[in-house]
């Protein structure tokens, strides 16, 4: 079974997502129950809820209502991934009302459409540090241009665990490979670093990509890691742009075809369980 740590919800009644309206493919409605029928089928038992970037206002109302989600009978979330705003003064209050919710398992704060002076600014480093030794992890979601910003934030706070989305964002349509592939292998070095094999069917084309066309980024980053600090997620319901959950699923286990039953393991769900405490 499949631990899926990337799952976004979208409810435009119960909260606001101001970014939508520039990404008109997603910009509807993308509930619990319709990512769940394709989860279950796709052998996933538990997920992750990922912050979707909600207007700041209503982070705390987003993490309320993934709550809401995560207590109907038998639901899938068994946590969620808060957004949060390491540059301002007050993070650390946060961090603490966080600390007490037993759903959250970390943060993110999205990086790749934000300035890179942003993580750069001493509040938002002297905060990002406090999370070391709460047992939360940190998200990192950047470009491949931002690659060398992760590298620095990783140094900066050895004791954040740190979970790089979607393989470092390659463009996989344009086959940029480098330096792509040296900036990841770079980035692998920092032990507490994880890497999450996902979205990657978003960055590929749409139309033409196979099982082929995703297996040297994949395996690049898998053999950079290594089988311990790699996890898997969906990107439901970005994923969507490049086929969907099911196509994901599919190529994922073609892509694993050679791994052994431990590795598979690994992946798919044993080294989430072990981050997330699940």
């Not at 909600?54 to 995560?70: F, H």
Request: hydrophobic share 45%; glycine share 8%.
């Amino acid at each position: 079974m499949i631990v899926d740590t990337h799952l976004h919800v979208i409810d435009r009644s119960a909260l606001d997502y101001p970014w939508l309206a520039g990404v008109e493919p997603l910009n509807r409605d993308w509930s619990y129950d319709d990512y769940a029928r394709d989860a279950r089928r796709a052998g996933i038992s538990a997920t992750l809820h990922m912050e979707v970037d909600v207007a700041p206002e209503r982070i705390e109302d987003e993490t309320a209502y993934i709550g809401s989600l995560a207590g109907r009978p038998q639901s899938l979330i068994a946590g969620a991934i808060a957004s949060c705003r390491p540059e301002e003064d007050g993070f650390a209050a946060y961090l603490e009302r966080q600390q007490a919710n037993a759903l959250v398992k970390g943060f993110r704060r999205v990086l790749h459409v934000m300035p890179d002076e942003l993580s750069e600014g001493a509040l938002f480093r002297e905060n990002l540090k406090r999370v070391g030794g709460t047992g939360l992890t940190f998200d990192l979601c950047v470009l491949p241009h931002q690659l060398d910003k992760a590298i620095a934030l990783a140094d900066l706070a050895p004791d954040v665990t740190f979970i790089l989305d979607h393989c470092g964002v390659p463009d996989i349509a344009g086959d940029a490979r480098h330096p792509w592939r040296e900036r990841m292998t770079e980035l692998a070095r920092r032990p507490n670093v994880i890497a999450k094999i996902s979205g990657v069917v978003a960055y590929a084309d749409a139309e033409t990509w196979t099982t082929e066309t995703l297996r040297p980024w994949v395996e690049h980053v898998i053999h950079a890691f290594g089988w311990d600090r790699v996890v898997w997620g969906s990107d439901w319901p970005v994923c969507t742009l490049g086929g969907g959950l099911l196509a994901w699923a599919s190529a994922t286990h073609a892509l694993l075809e050679g791994a052994s039953d431990d590795e598979r393991h690994k992946l798919l769900s044993g080294n989430a369980r072990r981050i997330w405490r699940l």
